[in-house]
């Protein structure tokens, strides 16, 4: 059985899920692959303790304070190699960025490969089911390239800016699917 809960913030509706009291799914209203991995009927259940859990997380995270993803009952489904990724993303400094390539390379020493694909590595970032707590906005592309969040490169922008990241040297894209 799957849960949601709504939360209102600075970027817009987000939509949560849940499932056994664990987070599942963090959606942005109009992000690309919005509630994908929610197979069943899902019902409203805005009080269960993992909302709560969640919304603080999510309120003190928007008022511009460092979370630990630790504190909350993480369960985004995924295959095997999108589950790497998503613990590397776990693994971003708030406040900091890394590339693409960068993951590619990580994936690619852990799975004992000569090398990885960053564009394989932009799929499962997309996917993420889990976006902001799992920071997915903390990846861009080659040489300060603002490419590929499902959420919007305007909502990416806004998620560095209140990690006080300075984004006035990335380069945002021309044309994509990133925009």
């Not at 949601?4 to 899920?17: D, E, M, N, Q, V």
């Not at 209203?29 to 919005?34: D, L, N, T, V």
């Not at 994936?107 to 694909?117: G, K, R, V």
């Not at 394989?120 to 902001?132: D, E, L, M």
Request: hydrophobic fraction near 40%; glycine fraction near 10%; proline fraction near 6%.
């Amino acid at each position: 059985m799957f849960y949601s809960a709504s939360y209102c913030s600075p970027l817009g509706k987000i939509t949560l899920a849940s499932q056994q009291n664990q987070l599942v799914g963090l959606w942005i209203e109009g992000q690309k692959y919005f509630g994908a991995i929610v197979t069943a009927n899902i019902i409203e259940k805005a009080n269960l303790p993992v909302f709560n859990l969640t919304k603080k997380w999510l309120d003190n995270y928007f008022a511009g304070k460092n979370q630990t993803i630790n504190q909350l009952p993480l369960a985004p489904n995924g295959s095997p190699f999108r589950q790497k990724v998503w613990d590397i993303l776990c693994n971003i400094p708030y406040g900091e960025v890394i590339t693409y390539g960068d993951i590619a390379k990580q994936i690619a020493l852990q799975t004992n490969q000569p090398n990885m694909s960053s564009q394989a590595v932009g799929g499962a970032v997309g996917h993420n089911p889990i976006s902001i707590i799992i920071p997915c906005h903390r990846v861009i592309g080659a040489n300060g390239n603002l490419t590929g969040y499902a959420g919007g490169i305007d909502k990416k922008i806004k998620l560095l800016q209140i990690e006080g990241v300075d984004t006035r040297n990335f380069v945002l894209p021309k044309k994509g699917t990133a925009l």
